[in-house]
């Protein structure tokens, strides 16, 4: 199976030009974050939740994109998503001079339905992930839309990568080196993306994928050797709630990636805190995940150490933003 390399990514970072934005790596000094994540550990934030649509999705959805025809492309595009992935969608759309028609589960954040329709993308709710996918299915047989996946495939992860090409080459224009990178998985295709960009970059540096425990997708693939379902997702970080591990994101995030870590919503939670306290950033669970990892079952393994943190996305709402970090 093939991967990205760096010229590769490099070049396509280089084709995305100002489509998506090179977000800012930024130093985090403050004592509570010192208190929380290590005295001595320091940490930087790659801030991809100021990406366009507030999350990472774009840089994926837009290289998969730039490869279809003119003539498909006009028939419009679809996928299935809790909603950054669907907000991705809207954007390209909008973009590329097409439609977007996706399929959301109904208990889909509402901020994240009226983004999409602010975009113009003709929501299909559903019941569950299953139906959502059976669904899509038949929007992609009836009308001839193209089906974007949310984080499976080469093109995908070619996407992802360069958000790990941008953090190595930001961290390195500061005369510095990461020592570890922190990652939170959904289905696997930003993390192996990253990891991908980051080992071949940078061979020294260790990846960490985190997972919420309610959602273990990938915990348990490597665990098992192969890719991995779970029968339900069970965690307030519902943008990390893919079911089921695919075979080309399982493989790039077992050949790059040094170790999977599992946090609990309450330390999910802590890490929205800490974010929102000391970094003034409000996020979405999903987009605090990596944190928590560092916050938690990474902090006397990176103790020391120079971190980067991703902070994935923030498409979220002010009552629930509130309902999370409020004691």
Not at 3 to 29: C, K, S, W, Y
Not at 43 to 72: C, H, M, N
Not at 270 to 286: G, I, Q, T
Request: glycine share 8%; net charge neutral; aromatic share 6%.
């Amino acid at each position: 199976m093939s991967f990205p390399d760096p010229h590769m990514i490099r070049a396509n970072r280089a084709a995305l030009g100002e489509q998506v934005i090179t977000t800012p790596l930024r130093r985090i000094i403050d004592d509570a974050f010192d208190q929380a994540c290590g005295a001595s550990t320091r940490v930087w934030l790659k801030e991809e939740l100021f990406q366009y649509t507030g999350s990472f999705k774009p840089r994926g959805a837009l290289t998969f994109l730039r490869d279809i025809d003119a003539a498909t492309l006009r028939r419009g595009i679809t996928g299935v998503s809790a909603g950054n992935h669907a907000i991705s969608l809207g954007y390209c759309a909008r973009l590329l001079g097409t439609s977007a028609k996706v399929v959301m589960p109904r208990t889909a954040n509402p901020f994240r339905i009226e983004r999409c329709r602010e975009f113009g993308v003709e929501v299909v709710l559903v019941d569950n992930v299953a139906e959502a996918f059976e669904r899509v299915k038949a929007i992609e047989a009836d009308e001839a839309r193209t089906f974007v996946h949310p984080f499976e495939g080469p093109k995908t992860a070619l996407g992802t990568a360069t958000v790990g090409l941008e953090m190595i080459d930001q961290i390195r224009a500061q005369q510095q080196e990461f020592d570890a990178i922190v990652v939170a998985a959904g289905g696997g295709g930003l993390t192996g993306g990253i990891a991908c960009a980051v080992k071949q970059m940078s061979p020294a540096t260790r990846v960490f994928v985190v997972e919420p425990e309610g959602a273990d997708t990938m915990h348990r693939s490597f665990a098992a050797g192969s890719p991995q379902a779970i029968p339900a997702v069970r965690t307030i970080a519902d943008s990390l709630g893919a079911p089921r591990c695919e075979p080309y994101s399982f493989a790039l995030n077992h050949r790059f990636v040094d170790e999977v870590v599992l946090v609990n919503d309450e330390q999910i939670r802590a890490a929205m805190r800490l974010l929102f306290r000391s970094a003034k950033l409000a996020v979405e669970p999903a987009g605090a995940a990596a944190l928590a990892g560092l916050m938690f079952p990474l902090r006397e393994q990176l103790q020391g150490q120079r971190v980067g943190v991703l902070v994935c996305g923030s498409n979220t709402d002010a009552a629930s933003f509130a309902r999370h970090i409020l004691p």
